[in-house]
Protein backbone atom coordinates (compact mmCIF):
# COMPACT_ATOMS: atom_id res chain seq x y z
CA UNK A 1 0.00 0.00 0.00
CA UNK A 2 2.60 2.18 0.74
CA UNK A 3 4.31 1.93 -2.68
CA UNK A 4 1.08 2.83 -4.38
CA UNK A 5 0.15 6.77 -5.43
CA UNK A 6 -1.85 9.17 -3.36
CA UNK A 7 -4.17 9.26 -6.74
CA UNK A 8 -4.53 5.54 -6.18
CA UNK A 9 -4.86 4.82 -2.30
CA UNK A 10 -7.28 7.40 -2.64
CA UNK A 11 -9.33 5.69 -5.60
CA UNK A 12 -9.35 2.52 -3.28
CA UNK A 13 -10.40 3.97 0.00
CA UNK A 14 -13.33 5.98 -1.84
CA UNK A 15 -13.97 2.44 -3.57
CA UNK A 16 -14.12 0.84 -0.41
CA UNK A 17 -16.25 3.35 1.48
CA UNK A 18 -18.76 3.65 -1.57
CA UNK A 19 -19.01 -0.08 -1.61
CA UNK A 20 -20.11 -0.50 2.05
CA UNK A 21 -22.40 2.72 1.23
CA UNK A 22 -24.13 1.23 -1.33
CA UNK A 23 -24.34 -2.40 0.60
CA UNK A 24 -25.81 -0.95 3.74
CA UNK A 25 -27.79 1.48 1.46
CA UNK A 26 -28.99 -1.63 -1.04
CA UNK A 27 -29.47 -3.77 2.41
CA UNK A 28 -31.67 -1.37 4.26
CA UNK A 29 -33.81 0.04 1.06
CA UNK A 30 -34.27 -3.68 -0.17
CA UNK A 31 -36.06 -4.17 3.12
CA UNK A 32 -38.33 -1.66 3.02
CA UNK A 33 -39.33 -1.92 -0.64
CA UNK A 34 -39.96 -5.70 0.42
CA UNK A 35 -42.17 -5.01 3.05
CA UNK A 36 -43.71 -2.03 1.00
CA UNK A 37 -44.44 -4.32 -2.05
CA UNK A 38 -45.76 -7.28 -0.10
CA UNK A 39 -48.19 -5.31 2.00
CA UNK A 40 -49.09 -3.17 -1.47
CA UNK A 41 -49.60 -7.29 -3.14
CA UNK A 42 -51.74 -8.34 0.17
CA UNK A 43 -53.71 -5.48 -0.13
CA UNK A 44 -54.56 -6.49 -3.78
CA UNK A 45 -55.34 -9.53 -3.12
CA UNK A 46 -57.69 -8.78 -0.39
CA UNK A 47 -59.17 -6.72 -2.76
CA UNK A 48 -59.55 -9.45 -5.78
CA UNK A 49 -61.08 -11.75 -3.20
CA UNK A 50 -63.53 -9.44 -1.95
CA UNK A 51 -64.39 -8.39 -5.30
CA UNK A 52 -64.72 -12.45 -6.59
CA UNK A 53 -66.24 -14.03 -3.62
CA UNK A 54 -69.71 -12.60 -3.16
CA UNK A 55 -70.62 -13.45 -6.44
CA UNK A 56 -68.95 -16.76 -6.72
CA UNK A 57 -70.88 -17.25 -3.15
CA UNK A 58 -74.49 -16.10 -5.02
CA UNK A 59 -73.98 -18.13 -8.38
CA UNK A 60 -73.30 -21.35 -5.69
CA UNK A 61 -76.28 -20.42 -4.25
CA UNK A 62 -78.13 -20.24 -7.31
CA UNK A 63 -76.42 -23.53 -8.84
CA UNK A 64 -75.37 -21.23 -11.42
CA UNK A 65 -71.71 -22.91 -12.23
CA UNK A 66 -71.02 -22.24 -15.49
CA UNK A 67 -71.25 -18.02 -14.37
CA UNK A 68 -68.46 -18.95 -12.02
CA UNK A 69 -66.33 -20.37 -14.84
CA UNK A 70 -66.60 -17.32 -16.59
CA UNK A 71 -65.93 -15.07 -13.46
CA UNK A 72 -63.08 -16.91 -12.61
CA UNK A 73 -60.99 -16.60 -15.94
CA UNK A 74 -62.46 -12.61 -16.23
CA UNK A 75 -60.52 -12.80 -13.07
CA UNK A 76 -57.64 -14.62 -14.12
CA UNK A 77 -57.30 -12.49 -17.79
CA UNK A 78 -57.39 -8.82 -15.78
CA UNK A 79 -55.03 -10.00 -13.28
CA UNK A 80 -51.84 -11.47 -14.32
CA UNK A 81 -50.62 -12.56 -11.13
CA UNK A 82 -53.29 -14.48 -10.69
CA UNK A 83 -52.22 -18.20 -11.73
CA UNK A 84 -55.28 -20.33 -10.25
CA UNK A 85 -58.36 -20.76 -8.85
CA UNK A 86 -59.30 -23.51 -7.02
CA UNK A 87 -63.51 -23.47 -5.34
CA UNK A 88 -65.11 -26.59 -2.75
CA UNK A 89 -68.48 -26.40 -1.96
CA UNK A 90 -69.71 -27.25 1.54
CA UNK A 91 -68.88 -31.08 1.63
CA UNK A 92 -65.22 -30.38 0.24
CA UNK A 93 -66.16 -31.31 -3.35
CA UNK A 94 -64.60 -29.03 -6.44
CA UNK A 95 -67.17 -27.28 -8.32
CA UNK A 96 -64.70 -25.28 -10.51
CA UNK A 97 -60.59 -25.82 -11.06
CA UNK A 98 -58.62 -23.32 -13.09
CA UNK A 99 -54.64 -23.60 -11.98
CA UNK A 100 -52.11 -22.74 -14.11
CA UNK A 101 -49.24 -25.09 -14.08
CA UNK A 102 -46.41 -22.58 -12.79
CA UNK A 103 -47.62 -22.50 -8.91
CA UNK A 104 -44.19 -23.39 -7.31
CA UNK A 105 -43.50 -19.65 -6.37
CA UNK A 106 -46.94 -19.08 -5.67
CA UNK A 107 -48.70 -18.09 -2.55
CA UNK A 108 -51.97 -19.59 -1.53
CA UNK A 109 -54.93 -17.42 -0.52
CA UNK A 110 -57.94 -19.06 1.31
CA UNK A 111 -61.36 -17.23 2.10
CA UNK A 112 -64.61 -19.51 3.16
CA UNK A 113 -67.57 -18.61 1.16
CA UNK A 114 -70.70 -17.85 2.58
CA UNK A 115 -74.17 -17.49 1.87
CA UNK A 116 -74.42 -13.77 2.32
CA UNK A 117 -78.24 -14.21 4.04
CA UNK A 118 -78.41 -17.12 6.11
CA UNK A 119 -74.65 -16.91 6.76
CA UNK A 120 -73.96 -20.58 6.26
CA UNK A 121 -70.69 -22.21 4.86
CA UNK A 122 -70.74 -22.43 0.85
CA UNK A 123 -67.90 -23.81 0.55
CA UNK A 124 -63.99 -22.93 -0.08
CA UNK A 125 -62.16 -20.17 -2.07
CA UNK A 126 -57.96 -20.88 -2.85
CA UNK A 127 -56.33 -18.29 -4.91
CA UNK A 128 -52.91 -19.02 -6.20
CA UNK A 129 -50.73 -15.49 -6.63
CA UNK A 130 -47.72 -15.20 -7.95
CA UNK A 131 -44.69 -12.62 -7.67
CA UNK A 132 -42.70 -13.78 -10.19
CA UNK A 133 -43.74 -10.56 -12.74
CA UNK A 134 -43.36 -8.45 -10.10
CA UNK A 135 -39.98 -9.13 -9.00
CA UNK A 136 -38.55 -9.71 -12.38
CA UNK A 137 -40.37 -5.33 -12.73
CA UNK A 138 -38.42 -4.93 -9.44
CA UNK A 139 -35.05 -6.61 -10.13
CA UNK A 140 -35.09 -4.58 -13.58
CA UNK A 141 -35.57 -1.78 -11.81
CA UNK A 142 -33.13 -2.12 -9.47
CA UNK A 143 -30.30 -3.17 -11.98
CA UNK A 144 -30.79 0.04 -13.68
CA UNK A 145 -30.62 1.72 -10.46
CA UNK A 146 -27.08 0.08 -9.97
CA UNK A 147 -26.23 1.04 -13.56
CA UNK A 148 -27.15 4.44 -12.39
CA UNK A 149 -24.76 4.79 -9.43
CA UNK A 150 -22.29 3.10 -11.23
CA UNK A 151 -21.80 5.55 -13.33
CA UNK A 152 -22.31 8.16 -10.73
CA UNK A 153 -19.44 6.74 -8.97
CA UNK A 154 -17.23 5.95 -12.01
CA UNK A 155 -18.01 9.54 -12.73
CA UNK A 156 -17.42 11.20 -9.54
CA UNK A 157 -14.14 8.78 -9.21
CA UNK A 158 -12.76 10.75 -12.46
CA UNK A 159 -13.36 14.01 -10.96
CA UNK A 160 -12.64 13.63 -8.23
CA UNK A 161 -9.24 11.86 -9.75
CA UNK A 162 -8.37 15.02 -11.80
CA UNK A 163 -9.11 17.22 -8.82
CA UNK A 164 -6.71 15.32 -6.76
CA UNK A 165 -4.09 15.31 -9.39
CA UNK A 166 -4.41 18.83 -10.19
CA UNK A 167 -4.23 20.24 -6.70
CA UNK A 168 -1.37 17.65 -6.08
CA UNK A 169 0.59 18.76 -8.92
CA UNK A 170 3.15 21.32 -7.18
CA UNK A 171 4.08 18.05 -4.96
CA UNK A 172 4.24 15.83 -7.74
CA UNK A 173 6.43 18.60 -9.50
CA UNK A 174 8.35 18.78 -5.97
CA UNK A 175 8.95 15.07 -6.00
CA UNK A 176 10.26 15.19 -9.63
CA UNK A 177 12.59 18.09 -8.44
CA UNK A 178 13.70 16.96 -5.81
CA UNK A 179 14.82 13.19 -7.58
CA UNK A 180 16.57 14.89 -10.32
CA UNK A 181 18.28 17.36 -7.57
CA UNK A 182 21.89 18.20 -8.33
CA UNK A 183 23.64 20.87 -6.42
CA UNK A 184 26.30 21.22 -9.64
CA UNK A 185 22.51 21.81 -11.30
CA UNK A 186 19.98 24.86 -11.04
CA UNK A 187 17.42 23.97 -8.99
CA UNK A 188 13.89 23.72 -11.24
CA UNK A 189 12.15 23.79 -8.05
CA UNK A 190 9.25 26.79 -7.40
CA UNK A 191 6.82 28.14 -5.33
CA UNK A 192 3.34 27.32 -6.44
CA UNK A 193 1.01 30.49 -6.23
CA UNK A 194 -1.93 28.82 -4.97
CA UNK A 195 -2.96 29.34 -1.07
CA UNK A 196 -4.31 25.93 -0.39
CA UNK A 197 -2.51 23.14 1.91
CA UNK A 198 -0.99 21.41 -0.85
CA UNK A 199 0.51 24.86 -2.00
CA UNK A 200 1.42 25.61 1.60
CA UNK A 201 3.41 22.45 1.89
CA UNK A 202 5.20 22.98 -1.78
CA UNK A 203 6.29 26.06 -0.72
CA UNK A 204 7.83 25.08 2.82
CA UNK A 205 9.52 22.14 0.43
CA UNK A 206 11.08 24.59 -1.51
CA UNK A 207 12.14 27.17 1.00
CA UNK A 208 13.72 24.67 3.23
CA UNK A 209 15.58 23.44 -0.09
CA UNK A 210 16.64 27.18 -1.17
CA UNK A 211 17.94 27.90 2.42
CA UNK A 212 19.72 24.49 2.53
CA UNK A 213 21.34 25.80 -0.81
CA UNK A 214 22.18 29.02 0.51
CA UNK A 215 23.97 27.99 4.07
CA UNK A 216 25.78 25.18 1.40
CA UNK A 217 27.34 28.10 -0.48
CA UNK A 218 28.23 29.44 2.14
CA UNK A 219 30.05 26.12 3.87
CA UNK A 220 31.81 25.42 0.77
CA UNK A 221 32.74 29.46 0.24
CA UNK A 222 33.87 29.29 4.26
CA UNK A 223 35.59 25.80 3.35
CA UNK A 224 37.63 27.14 0.42
CA UNK A 225 38.34 29.76 2.75
CA UNK A 226 40.02 27.53 5.27
CA UNK A 227 41.91 25.61 2.44
CA UNK A 228 43.34 28.96 1.19
CA UNK A 229 44.53 29.67 4.60
CA UNK A 230 45.70 26.26 5.06
CA UNK A 231 47.66 26.57 1.59
CA UNK A 232 49.25 29.98 2.75
CA UNK A 233 50.07 28.04 6.14
CA UNK A 234 51.56 25.33 4.08
CA UNK A 235 53.85 27.71 1.58
CA UNK A 236 54.97 29.11 5.14
CA UNK A 237 56.50 25.52 6.36
CA UNK A 238 57.37 24.62 2.82
CA UNK A 239 59.81 27.64 2.92
CA UNK A 240 61.15 26.73 6.09
CA UNK A 241 61.66 23.32 5.09
CA UNK A 242 63.07 24.86 2.26
CA UNK A 243 65.60 26.85 4.20
CA UNK A 244 66.07 23.73 6.02
CA UNK A 245 66.88 21.53 2.86
CA UNK A 246 69.40 24.53 1.22
CA UNK A 247 71.24 24.48 4.35
CA UNK A 248 73.49 22.00 4.25
CA UNK A 249 74.18 22.65 0.16
CA UNK A 250 75.06 26.08 0.81
CA UNK A 251 77.40 25.20 3.98
CA UNK A 252 79.16 22.52 1.48
CA UNK A 253 79.41 24.97 -1.86
CA UNK A 254 80.31 27.64 0.82
CA UNK A 255 83.35 25.23 2.36
CA UNK A 256 84.20 24.36 -1.20
CA UNK A 257 84.23 27.63 -2.59
CA UNK A 258 86.95 28.59 0.90
CA UNK A 259 89.17 25.81 0.05
CA UNK A 260 89.05 26.82 -3.82
CA UNK A 261 90.24 30.39 -2.94
CA UNK A 262 92.70 28.84 -0.33
CA UNK A 263 94.23 26.49 -2.57
CA UNK A 264 94.04 29.12 -5.73
CA UNK A 265 96.25 31.46 -3.47
CA UNK A 266 98.56 29.21 -2.07
CA UNK A 267 99.06 28.15 -5.56
CA UNK A 268 98.15 24.43 -4.87
CA UNK A 269 95.97 23.61 -7.35
CA UNK A 270 95.55 21.99 -10.70
CA UNK A 271 92.60 21.11 -13.65
CA UNK A 272 91.66 18.35 -12.12
CA UNK A 273 91.39 20.13 -8.89
CA UNK A 274 88.68 23.08 -10.43
CA UNK A 275 87.18 20.45 -12.23
CA UNK A 276 86.54 18.05 -9.05
CA UNK A 277 85.43 20.96 -7.50
CA UNK A 278 83.04 22.55 -10.06
CA UNK A 279 81.54 19.47 -10.17
CA UNK A 280 80.71 19.49 -6.38
CA UNK A 281 79.24 22.42 -6.58
CA UNK A 282 77.24 20.91 -9.51
CA UNK A 283 75.63 18.76 -7.28
CA UNK A 284 74.65 20.49 -4.42
CA UNK A 285 73.12 22.90 -6.94
CA UNK A 286 71.22 20.02 -8.55
CA UNK A 287 70.30 19.29 -4.71
CA UNK A 288 68.67 22.54 -3.95
CA UNK A 289 67.24 22.76 -7.59
CA UNK A 290 65.46 19.34 -7.11
CA UNK A 291 64.47 20.75 -4.06
CA UNK A 292 62.51 23.82 -5.27
CA UNK A 293 61.18 21.54 -8.35
CA UNK A 294 59.86 19.44 -5.38
CA UNK A 295 58.41 22.15 -3.59
CA UNK A 296 56.74 24.09 -7.08
CA UNK A 297 55.13 20.55 -7.66
CA UNK A 298 53.31 20.94 -4.40
CA UNK A 299 52.52 24.38 -3.92
CA UNK A 300 50.60 24.72 -7.17
CA UNK A 301 46.81 25.11 -6.73
CA UNK A 302 46.41 25.44 -10.77
CA UNK A 303 47.90 21.84 -11.18
CA UNK A 304 45.56 19.71 -13.92
CA UNK A 305 44.14 15.99 -12.31
CA UNK A 306 46.27 13.58 -13.57
CA UNK A 307 47.27 9.53 -13.22
CA UNK A 308 49.90 9.43 -10.74
CA UNK A 309 51.36 6.46 -8.70
CA UNK A 310 50.36 6.28 -4.75
CA UNK A 311 53.88 4.83 -3.62
CA UNK A 312 55.69 7.94 -5.60
CA UNK A 313 53.35 10.73 -4.45
CA UNK A 314 54.08 9.07 -1.07
CA UNK A 315 57.96 9.03 -1.78
CA UNK A 316 57.70 12.81 -2.88
CA UNK A 317 55.81 14.11 0.13
CA UNK A 318 58.72 12.20 2.50
CA UNK A 319 61.17 14.32 0.13
CA UNK A 320 59.35 17.20 1.22
CA UNK A 321 59.72 16.64 5.15
CA UNK A 322 63.42 14.74 4.37
CA UNK A 323 65.01 17.22 7.22
CA UNK A 324 62.43 16.42 9.46
CA UNK A 325 62.81 12.65 9.53
CA UNK A 326 65.98 12.02 10.02
CA UNK A 327 65.79 10.44 13.56
CA UNK A 328 62.26 8.71 12.55
CA UNK A 329 62.33 5.71 10.61
CA UNK A 330 59.90 5.20 7.86
CA UNK A 331 58.79 1.76 6.34
CA UNK A 332 57.15 1.89 3.09
CA UNK A 333 55.47 -1.15 1.99
CA UNK A 334 54.96 -0.17 -1.35
CA UNK A 335 52.11 -1.58 -4.48
CA UNK A 336 51.70 -0.36 -7.56
CA UNK A 337 48.28 1.53 -7.35
CA UNK A 338 47.38 4.52 -9.82
CA UNK A 339 44.70 6.92 -9.22
CA UNK A 340 43.60 9.89 -11.71
CA UNK A 341 43.39 12.84 -9.04
CA UNK A 342 45.20 15.65 -7.64
CA UNK A 343 48.31 15.07 -7.10
CA UNK A 344 49.28 17.91 -5.39
CA UNK A 345 45.82 17.59 -2.74
CA UNK A 346 46.97 14.00 -2.32
CA UNK A 347 50.41 15.05 -1.15
CA UNK A 348 49.03 17.35 1.11
CA UNK A 349 47.20 14.79 3.18
CA UNK A 350 50.21 12.87 3.13
CA UNK A 351 52.17 15.48 4.39
CA UNK A 352 49.96 16.92 6.99
CA UNK A 353 49.41 13.55 9.07
CA UNK A 354 53.46 12.77 9.02
CA UNK A 355 53.58 16.18 10.57
CA UNK A 356 51.15 16.06 12.89
CA UNK A 357 53.26 12.64 13.89
CA UNK A 358 56.54 14.56 13.41
CA UNK A 359 55.42 17.35 15.77
CA UNK A 360 54.12 14.80 18.47
CA UNK A 361 57.63 12.89 18.10
CA UNK A 362 59.04 16.19 18.77
CA UNK A 363 56.92 17.29 21.84
CA UNK A 364 57.19 13.80 23.46
CA UNK A 365 60.08 11.53 24.44
CA UNK A 366 60.12 8.53 22.72
CA UNK A 367 62.84 6.57 22.10
CA UNK A 368 62.18 4.19 19.13
CA UNK A 369 60.73 6.70 16.63
CA UNK A 370 59.23 4.95 13.21
CA UNK A 371 56.22 5.54 11.19
CA UNK A 372 54.86 2.56 9.01
CA UNK A 373 52.93 2.88 5.81
CA UNK A 374 51.13 0.29 4.14
CA UNK A 375 49.16 0.74 0.53
CA UNK A 376 46.80 -2.46 0.00
CA UNK A 377 43.61 -3.04 -1.46
CA UNK A 378 40.16 -5.15 -1.56
CA UNK A 379 37.34 -5.40 -4.16
CA UNK A 380 36.21 -1.66 -3.60
CA UNK A 381 38.92 0.64 -1.75
CA UNK A 382 42.32 1.51 -1.90
CA UNK A 383 43.89 1.81 1.20
CA UNK A 384 47.07 4.22 2.80
CA UNK A 385 47.36 3.23 6.28
CA UNK A 386 50.15 5.43 8.28
CA UNK A 387 50.73 4.20 11.59
CA UNK A 388 53.37 6.00 13.98
CA UNK A 389 54.96 5.18 17.29
CA UNK A 390 54.29 8.40 18.70
CA UNK A 391 52.71 6.89 21.95
CA UNK A 392 48.85 6.79 20.98
CA UNK A 393 46.31 9.39 21.61
CA UNK A 394 43.02 9.95 24.42
CA UNK A 395 40.38 7.66 23.52
CA UNK A 396 38.29 10.77 24.91
CA UNK A 397 39.69 13.06 22.15
CA UNK A 398 40.42 10.91 19.19
CA UNK A 399 36.60 11.76 17.63
CA UNK A 400 37.70 15.23 18.17
CA UNK A 401 40.58 15.44 15.89
CA UNK A 402 38.95 16.27 12.39
CA UNK A 403 37.50 18.84 14.05
CA UNK A 404 38.27 22.44 12.48
CA UNK A 405 40.65 24.24 14.88
CA UNK A 406 41.17 21.37 17.21
CA UNK A 407 44.58 20.72 18.66
CA UNK A 408 46.74 19.03 21.18
CA UNK A 409 49.53 21.24 20.60
CA UNK A 410 50.61 24.76 22.38
CA UNK A 411 48.68 27.53 20.54
CA UNK A 412 51.67 28.19 19.10
CA UNK A 413 52.33 24.73 17.48
CA UNK A 414 49.46 24.85 15.10
CA UNK A 415 46.32 25.78 13.83
CA UNK A 416 44.39 22.58 14.21
CA UNK A 417 43.30 22.85 10.67
CA UNK A 418 45.55 20.07 9.06
CA UNK A 419 43.45 16.70 9.77
CA UNK A 420 40.45 18.98 9.18
CA UNK A 421 41.84 20.11 5.90
CA UNK A 422 43.09 16.28 4.94
CA UNK A 423 39.30 15.17 5.81
CA UNK A 424 37.78 17.37 3.72
CA UNK A 425 39.89 17.02 0.52
CA UNK A 426 39.75 13.06 1.14
CA UNK A 427 36.20 13.27 1.25
CA UNK A 428 35.23 15.91 -1.84
CA UNK A 429 38.18 15.03 -3.91
CA UNK A 430 38.64 11.99 -3.81
CA UNK A 431 34.98 10.67 -2.79
CA UNK A 432 36.44 8.86 0.32
CA UNK A 433 37.13 8.97 3.90
CA UNK A 434 39.90 9.18 6.75
CA UNK A 435 39.56 6.92 9.57
CA UNK A 436 41.66 6.64 12.80
CA UNK A 437 42.28 4.47 15.80
CA UNK A 438 44.56 3.96 18.54
CA UNK A 439 46.99 1.03 18.34
CA UNK A 440 49.60 -0.03 20.28
CA UNK A 441 52.10 3.00 21.24
CA UNK A 442 50.66 4.99 18.43
CA UNK A 443 48.04 6.22 16.13
CA UNK A 444 46.98 4.70 12.74
CA UNK A 445 45.43 6.44 10.04
CA UNK A 446 43.11 4.85 6.97
CA UNK A 447 42.80 6.63 3.98
CA UNK A 448 39.91 5.09 1.95
CA UNK A 449 39.83 5.63 -1.32
CA UNK A 450 37.00 4.24 -3.65
CA UNK A 451 37.90 2.35 -6.83
CA UNK A 452 36.23 3.47 -10.00
CA UNK A 453 35.35 7.14 -9.08
CA UNK A 454 35.52 9.77 -11.41
CA UNK A 455 37.38 11.89 -9.05
Do not use: C
Not at 59 to 71: C, Q
Not at 214 to 224: P, V
Not at 318 to 329: A, G, Q
Not at 401 to 425: A, C, D, N, R, V
Amino acid sequence: MRNLSIVTQIAIINIFVFTIFISIFIYKNYAIVSNQFVLLQNEKIDSIIKTISPVISINLTLGLENNIKEIVNDSIKLHKELVGIEITNSNNQIVYKNINSDIKNSKIYHTILEDTILKSKLGELKVFYTFSSIYSKLLTEFYQFLIFIAIFFIFSLLLSSYLIKYNLKPLIKLKEGMKNYSLEKNSTLKEDEFKNEISVINNSAVKMVKKIEEELEKRILYEKEIMQKNRLASMGEMIDNIAHQWRQPLMKINAIVLNTDRSIELKKYDEQYLQNRLDDISQAVYHMSNTIDTFREFLNPHKAKESFEISNSINKSLKVLNTLLVDIEVNINQKEIYINAYESEFMQVIISILSNSIDIFKARDIEKKYINIDIYEDNIHYFISIKDSAGGIKEDIIDKIFEPYFTTKHKSGGTGMGLYISKLIIQSSFKGDIKVKAVDNGVKFILEIPKGKEF
